[in-house]
């Protein structure tokens, strides 16, 4: 089994910053993607950031130059750094990963969320 857990989300001010972690555990032999979609009640689901296993990150056009993806391989973690929030970035962010298991079958999971509200 995989699990996926993500953290970090909060309420914060307009222009303010804030740190997402995802956090996966289980049989994992290599990661292969992480990602970061976020979805707002009524809205579709959105792509907010993609890193891969050796290629460059990816961003949602909503999101290029105020994010940062990144991963730590070792420890099966990736990040989202946000800076300069704004209040339509109001969200629960989840992460999604793609993974070959110990088994040696490509897995793709995804957690719960966090939420992240930027008001005034």
Do not use: H
């Not at 730590?72 to 992460?95: F, G, I, V």
């Amino acid at each position: 089994q995989v699990q996926v857990m993500e953290s970090g989300g909060g309420l914060v001010q307009p222009g303010e910053s804030l740190r997402l972690s995802c956090v996966a555990s289980g049989n994992i032999f290599r990661m292969i993607t992480m990602a970061w979609y976020r979805q707002d009640p009524g809205k579709p689901r959105q792509l907010v950031a993609t890193i891969t296993t050796g290629g460059s990150p990816n961003y949602g056009d909503s999101v290029q130059g105020r994010f940062t993806i990144s991963r730590d391989d070792a420890k099966n973690t990736a990040y989202l750094q946000m800076n300069n929030l704004k209040p339509e970035d109001t969200a629960l962010y989840y992460c999604e990963i793609r993974a070959i298991l110990q088994s040696r079958l490509t897995f793709t999971t995804w957690g719960q969320g966090t939420q992240v509200t930027v008001s005034s």
